[in-house]
C-alpha cells in the first residue's frame, strides 16, 4: 500500500514540475511552439499577449509576422515585421536582416514587389555580399517584367556563390516559368561548365534541366545506392520526373509509391504521385496522393496540393466539391488568378 501511495505521489510531483516547467515558458517561446506545430492561430494569440504583458516587442512583433505569413494574411504579417524592425533603434544585429527578409516575403506575397525590391536594396546596402539577397531581388525584378535587372541579379548571385547549384536551378526555374526558357537553360550550362566537382547525381540533374534525358536517367540509375548510401527524396524526384519526361509514367509512379511506402512523411513525392496519376487519368489515385499529401500539413506544398485537390474533384465530375474546395482555397489564397477563373468555371456547372 505504502508503494502504491509512493507512486502516485511521485506522479503528482511529475504532473506539478511539468505544469510548473510549462507555466514558467514566456509567451514568445510558447508562440514559437506553436508556429513549430504550425498552429498559426494559437501562436498568433501567444504573441498578441506578448506585446500585452510586455515581453520583448522585437520577437514579439516577428513572432506575430510569422503567424499572419502562416494564416495568409499578408498586409498584417507585413505591419508587424515593421513594428519589430522599428524596435531596432537604428542598430542594425542579425535579427533585424531575418525580420527584413520574412518583411520582404510578406510584401511579395501582397503583391507589394517595388517594396520588396527596396526591402532586398536595403539588405544589399548593409551587405554587399548576400547572395541570396541578389538572387531574391532578381526574382523580384523577373515578377516585375524587368528582365534585365534580374539578369543582373542573377549573375551577381551566382558570382558569389558558384558552387551553389541549386541556385542555378532555382534560377533556370525562374526564367523557364516565365518563359524565357533558353536563358534558364543557360544557367545550367554555365553550372555545367564550371570547374567546380559534381557529383554523378548533379550532374544527372544539370541533364534533366537541359532536356538531356537520357544522360539524366543513366547518371541517376548510375547513382542508386552508390557507396552503400539509402536513396534520397530528391533523387527519386529528379528519376521519376526523368521517367515521366521520357514518356514512363508507369514506372515513374511505381518509383514514387515504393518510397513513399518507407518514407510517408515526403510531401512533395506526394504531390509529383498525384500529377502523374492525373497524366495517367487515374483520378482516384489522384485525389488519394494529394489529400495523403494534405495530411502531412507542410505548409510549403499546401497551396498546389489543395489547389489540385480542387481540380481532382472537376475531372471525377463532382463539380459541387470542386467548386467548394476552389472557394476554400480562394479563401486562403486570394491572389490566384487561375483559380478565380476555375471558380468562375465551376460555378456554372
Do not use: W
Amino acid at each position: 500500500m505504502k508503494r502504491v501511495s509512493l507512486v502516485f505521489l511521485l506522479l503528482a510531483c511529475l504532473l506539478l514540475c511539468s505544469c510548473g516547467a510549462e507555466a514558467e515558458k514566456s509567451q514568445i517561446d510558447q508562440g514559437m511552439d506553436a508556429l513549430e506545430a504550425l498552429d498559426f492561430a494559437a501562436a498568433a494569440n501567444c504573441f498578441d499577449a506578448a506585446l500585452a504583458n510586455g515581453e520583448d516587442a522585437q520577437l514579439a512583433y516577428r513572432g506575430r509576422g510569422m503567424a499572419m505569413l502562416g494564416l495568409n494574411r499578408y498586409p498584417e504579417a507585413r505591419e508587424a515585421f515593421e513594428k519589430a524592425l522599428s524596435q531596432s533603434n537604428g542598430r542594425i544585429h542579425k535579427i533585424e536582416y531575418d525580420i527584413s527578409y520574412y518583411l520582404a516575403v510578406a510584401e511579395v506575397k501582397n503583391g507589394d514587389l517595388q517594396d520588396a525590391y527596396d526591402t532586398y536594396t536595403a539588405i544589399l546596402a548593409l551587405n554587399e555580399g548576400d547572395a541570396d539577397a541578389y538572387y531574391l531581388r532578381g526574382k523580384v525584378s523577373l515578377s516585375m517584367g524587368d528582365l534585365g535587372n534580374a539578369l543582373q541579379d542573377y549573375d551577381q548571385s551566382i558570382i558569389l556563390a558558384p558552387t551553389d547549384y541549386d541556385g542555378y536551378i532555382r534560377i533556370c526555374k525562374d526564367l523557364t516559368n516565365a518563359g524565357y526558357e533558353s536563358e534558364g537553360k543557360a544557367y545550367i550550362q554555365r553550372a555545367m561548365n564550371t570547374d567546380y566537382r559534381k557529383s554523378e547525381y548533379q550532374m544527372g540533374v544539370f541533364n534533366y534541366y537541359v532536356g538531356e534525358y537520357e544522360e539524366a536517367r543513366t547518371r541517376f540509375e548510375n547513382s542508386r545506392g552508390k557507396g552503400g548510401k539509402k536513396d534520397t527524396k530528391d533523387l527519386i524526384l529528379y528519376m521519376g520526373k526523368t521517367y515521366e519526361a521520357l514518356g514512363d509514367l508507369n514506372y515513374a509512379t511505381a518509383l514514387y509509391t515504393e518510397y513513399l511506402a518507407s518514407h510517408p512523411e515526403e510531401t512533395e513525392l506526394f504531390v509529383q504521385l498525384g500529377l502523374t496519376k492525373m497524366q495517367l487519368e487515374d483520378y482516384e489515385g489522384a485525389l488519394a496522393a494529394f489529400e495523403a499529401g494534405i495530411a502531412i500539413g507542410d505548409v510549403e506544398y499546401l497551396q498546389s496540393l489543395k489547389f489540385n485537390e480542387a481540380v481532382t474533384y472537376e475531372y471525377l465530375l463532382d463539380f459541387k466539391k470542386a467548386a467548394v474546395l476552389m472557394k476554400e482555397y480562394l479563401d486562403e489564397y486570394p491572389n490566384d488568378e487561375v483559380a478565380k477563373r476555375e471558380y468562375e468555371f465551376l460555378k456554372t456547372r
